[in-house]
Protein backbone atom coordinates (compact mmCIF):
# COMPACT_ATOMS: atom_id res chain seq x y z
CA UNK A 1 0.00 0.00 0.00
CA UNK A 2 1.31 3.64 -1.11
CA UNK A 3 0.81 6.00 2.25
CA UNK A 4 1.32 8.91 -0.18
CA UNK A 5 -1.25 11.88 0.53
CA UNK A 6 -3.13 8.97 2.69
CA UNK A 7 -5.13 9.63 5.63
CA UNK A 8 -3.96 7.29 8.96
CA UNK A 9 -4.94 6.91 12.23
CA UNK A 10 -2.00 6.14 14.79
CA UNK A 11 -3.28 4.79 18.45
CA UNK A 12 -0.79 4.60 21.52
CA UNK A 13 0.61 7.54 19.13
CA UNK A 14 1.99 9.43 22.50
CA UNK A 15 4.64 6.62 23.06
CA UNK A 16 8.23 6.47 22.27
CA UNK A 17 7.51 4.14 19.02
CA UNK A 18 3.91 5.64 18.13
CA UNK A 19 5.67 9.02 17.86
CA UNK A 20 8.83 8.41 16.01
CA UNK A 21 6.01 6.59 13.43
CA UNK A 22 3.72 9.69 13.20
CA UNK A 23 6.83 11.75 12.52
CA UNK A 24 7.91 9.37 9.93
CA UNK A 25 4.31 9.37 8.01
CA UNK A 26 4.16 12.90 8.36
CA UNK A 27 7.26 13.42 5.94
CA UNK A 28 5.66 10.54 3.90
CA UNK A 29 3.07 13.59 3.18
CA UNK A 30 0.31 11.36 4.98
CA UNK A 31 -2.44 13.15 7.39
CA UNK A 32 -2.15 11.88 10.47
CA UNK A 33 -4.46 11.36 13.69
CA UNK A 34 -2.91 10.69 16.57
CA UNK A 35 -5.24 8.47 19.30
CA UNK A 36 -3.61 8.52 23.02
CA UNK A 37 -4.84 8.17 26.15
CA UNK A 38 -6.50 11.03 28.02
CA UNK A 39 -4.93 12.61 30.71
CA UNK A 40 -6.29 15.06 32.86
CA UNK A 41 -2.38 16.88 32.85
CA UNK A 42 -3.38 17.24 29.17
CA UNK A 43 0.11 15.03 28.69
CA UNK A 44 0.69 13.63 25.05
CA UNK A 45 3.38 11.83 25.97
CA UNK A 46 6.45 11.73 23.77
CA UNK A 47 4.54 14.10 21.40
CA UNK A 48 6.17 16.81 22.96
CA UNK A 49 9.16 16.28 21.51
CA UNK A 50 8.20 16.17 17.90
CA UNK A 51 9.81 18.79 15.46
CA UNK A 52 7.53 21.82 14.99
CA UNK A 53 6.95 21.23 11.16
CA UNK A 54 5.56 17.84 12.55
CA UNK A 55 2.93 19.16 15.48
CA UNK A 56 1.39 21.87 13.19
CA UNK A 57 0.60 18.65 10.71
CA UNK A 58 -1.44 16.59 13.51
CA UNK A 59 -4.20 16.42 15.18
CA UNK A 60 -4.51 14.85 18.42
CA UNK A 61 -7.56 13.03 19.71
CA UNK A 62 -7.63 11.40 23.58
CA UNK A 63 -9.39 8.72 24.45
CA UNK A 64 -9.91 5.05 25.55
CA UNK A 65 -9.56 1.76 23.49
CA UNK A 66 -11.78 0.16 25.35
CA UNK A 67 -14.45 2.90 24.34
CA UNK A 68 -15.87 0.92 21.18
CA UNK A 69 -17.69 4.28 20.01
CA UNK A 70 -14.87 6.75 20.76
CA UNK A 71 -12.48 3.94 18.93
CA UNK A 72 -15.16 4.16 15.96
CA UNK A 73 -15.10 7.92 15.67
CA UNK A 74 -10.70 8.29 15.07
CA UNK A 75 -11.29 5.19 12.81
CA UNK A 76 -13.72 6.90 10.80
CA UNK A 77 -12.41 8.62 7.45
CA UNK A 78 -8.94 6.62 7.76
CA UNK A 79 -7.13 4.92 4.58
CA UNK A 80 -4.90 2.62 7.37
CA UNK A 81 -4.82 1.90 10.75
CA UNK A 82 -1.45 1.75 12.84
CA UNK A 83 -2.61 0.04 16.05
CA UNK A 84 0.41 0.34 18.79
CA UNK A 85 -1.97 1.44 21.88
CA UNK A 86 -1.42 -0.98 24.57
CA UNK A 87 -1.05 -1.07 28.56
CA UNK A 88 2.71 -2.54 28.58
CA UNK A 89 4.32 -2.41 32.06
CA UNK A 90 4.34 -6.56 32.99
CA UNK A 91 4.46 -5.49 36.79
CA UNK A 92 1.20 -3.49 36.16
CA UNK A 93 -0.13 -6.25 34.71
CA UNK A 94 -0.28 -8.21 37.86
CA UNK A 95 -1.46 -5.91 40.12
CA UNK A 96 -4.24 -4.73 37.63
CA UNK A 97 -4.75 -7.73 34.54
CA UNK A 98 -8.01 -6.49 34.18
CA UNK A 99 -7.02 -3.09 33.00
CA UNK A 100 -4.77 -4.77 31.06
CA UNK A 101 -6.82 -7.47 29.32
CA UNK A 102 -9.55 -5.00 28.05
CA UNK A 103 -7.40 -2.63 26.87
CA UNK A 104 -5.33 -4.72 25.41
CA UNK A 105 -7.86 -7.68 23.62
CA UNK A 106 -11.11 -5.66 23.88
CA UNK A 107 -8.71 -2.48 22.77
CA UNK A 108 -7.61 -4.48 19.77
CA UNK A 109 -11.26 -5.75 18.91
CA UNK A 110 -12.43 -2.69 18.86
CA UNK A 111 -10.01 -0.88 16.60
CA UNK A 112 -9.91 -3.94 13.81
CA UNK A 113 -13.99 -3.77 13.63
CA UNK A 114 -13.73 -0.79 13.83
CA UNK A 115 -11.32 -0.42 10.47
CA UNK A 116 -13.49 -3.33 8.73
CA UNK A 117 -16.94 -1.25 9.11
CA UNK A 118 -14.85 1.78 8.06
CA UNK A 119 -13.31 -0.04 5.03
CA UNK A 120 -9.92 0.74 6.14
CA UNK A 121 -7.43 -0.01 3.40
CA UNK A 122 -4.78 -1.73 5.86
CA UNK A 123 -4.21 -2.57 9.44
CA UNK A 124 -1.00 -3.07 10.95
CA UNK A 125 -1.76 -4.37 14.66
CA UNK A 126 1.98 -4.39 17.06
CA UNK A 127 2.85 -7.16 18.44
CA UNK A 128 5.59 -7.86 21.20
CA UNK A 129 8.22 -10.49 21.63
CA UNK A 130 7.21 -11.38 24.77
CA UNK A 131 4.27 -13.57 23.66
CA UNK A 132 6.92 -15.83 22.95
CA UNK A 133 7.93 -15.85 26.47
CA UNK A 134 11.73 -17.55 27.28
CA UNK A 135 13.63 -18.75 24.29
CA UNK A 136 13.17 -22.37 23.83
CA UNK A 137 15.56 -21.95 21.16
CA UNK A 138 17.55 -18.93 19.16
CA UNK A 139 17.43 -17.05 17.30
CA UNK A 140 13.44 -16.93 17.80
CA UNK A 141 11.41 -17.46 14.72
CA UNK A 142 7.87 -16.65 13.94
CA UNK A 143 7.13 -20.57 14.34
CA UNK A 144 8.38 -20.23 18.26
CA UNK A 145 6.07 -21.39 20.91
CA UNK A 146 3.84 -18.79 22.38
CA UNK A 147 4.18 -18.54 25.98
CA UNK A 148 1.89 -16.12 28.37
CA UNK A 149 4.72 -16.04 31.12
CA UNK A 150 2.59 -12.74 32.57
CA UNK A 151 -1.11 -11.25 32.28
CA UNK A 152 0.85 -8.45 29.28
CA UNK A 153 1.90 -10.94 27.59
CA UNK A 154 -1.12 -13.26 27.80
CA UNK A 155 -3.19 -10.15 26.86
CA UNK A 156 -0.93 -9.84 23.91
CA UNK A 157 -0.90 -13.43 22.39
CA UNK A 158 -4.95 -12.74 23.09
CA UNK A 159 -4.61 -9.02 20.43
CA UNK A 160 -2.70 -10.59 18.29
CA UNK A 161 -5.53 -13.48 17.69
CA UNK A 162 -8.38 -11.19 17.99
CA UNK A 163 -6.69 -9.30 15.55
CA UNK A 164 -5.84 -11.91 12.79
CA UNK A 165 -9.37 -13.49 13.34
CA UNK A 166 -11.59 -10.19 13.61
CA UNK A 167 -10.26 -8.01 11.41
CA UNK A 168 -9.36 -7.69 7.42
CA UNK A 169 -6.55 -6.95 5.70
CA UNK A 170 -4.57 -6.66 9.03
CA UNK A 171 -0.88 -7.30 9.34
CA UNK A 172 1.07 -8.13 12.82
CA UNK A 173 4.10 -7.18 13.36
CA UNK A 174 6.15 -7.65 16.53
CA UNK A 175 9.40 -5.14 17.68
CA UNK A 176 12.06 -7.39 18.50
CA UNK A 177 13.93 -4.51 20.09
CA UNK A 178 13.13 -1.07 20.39
CA UNK A 179 15.57 1.89 19.20
CA UNK A 180 16.55 3.76 21.89
CA UNK A 181 16.89 7.92 21.44
CA UNK A 182 19.06 9.38 18.88
CA UNK A 183 20.51 11.62 21.30
CA UNK A 184 20.44 9.14 24.63
CA UNK A 185 23.90 7.92 25.80
CA UNK A 186 22.12 5.07 26.36
CA UNK A 187 22.27 4.26 22.52
CA UNK A 188 25.94 4.00 22.54
CA UNK A 189 25.97 2.22 25.72
CA UNK A 190 23.36 -0.71 24.44
CA UNK A 191 26.18 -2.22 22.45
CA UNK A 192 29.26 -0.20 23.63
CA UNK A 193 30.34 -1.04 27.39
CA UNK A 194 33.97 0.78 26.21
CA UNK A 195 32.42 3.87 29.43
CA UNK A 196 31.74 0.92 31.94
CA UNK A 197 35.35 -0.40 31.55
CA UNK A 198 37.00 3.11 31.96
CA UNK A 199 35.00 4.47 34.94
CA UNK A 200 34.34 1.33 36.76
CA UNK A 201 37.05 -1.55 35.26
CA UNK A 202 33.56 -3.40 35.00
CA UNK A 203 34.02 -6.27 31.82
CA UNK A 204 30.97 -8.94 31.73
CA UNK A 205 32.43 -12.31 33.16
CA UNK A 206 31.31 -14.20 30.20
CA UNK A 207 30.32 -12.93 26.17
CA UNK A 208 27.29 -12.47 24.55
CA UNK A 209 26.62 -16.03 22.83
CA UNK A 210 27.74 -18.16 26.19
CA UNK A 211 25.66 -15.75 28.44
CA UNK A 212 22.87 -16.14 26.01
CA UNK A 213 23.46 -20.34 26.14
CA UNK A 214 23.86 -20.31 30.02
CA UNK A 215 20.34 -18.05 30.16
CA UNK A 216 18.72 -20.96 27.64
CA UNK A 217 20.29 -23.93 29.33
Not at 79 to 99: C, M, T, W
Request: proline share 3%.
Amino acid sequence: MNLNAKTVLVTGAGGFVGSHLVERLVRENCKVRCLIEYDSRGDIGWLEDVDADVSGEIEIIAGDLRDADAVGNCVAGMDAVFHLGALIAIPYSYENPRQVVETNVIGTLNVVQAARAANVERVVHTSTSEVYGTARSVPIGEDHALQGQSPYSASKIGADKIAALCGKDVTVVRDEARIRPGKSEVERLWADNTLARETFGWGPGVGFEEGLKQTIE
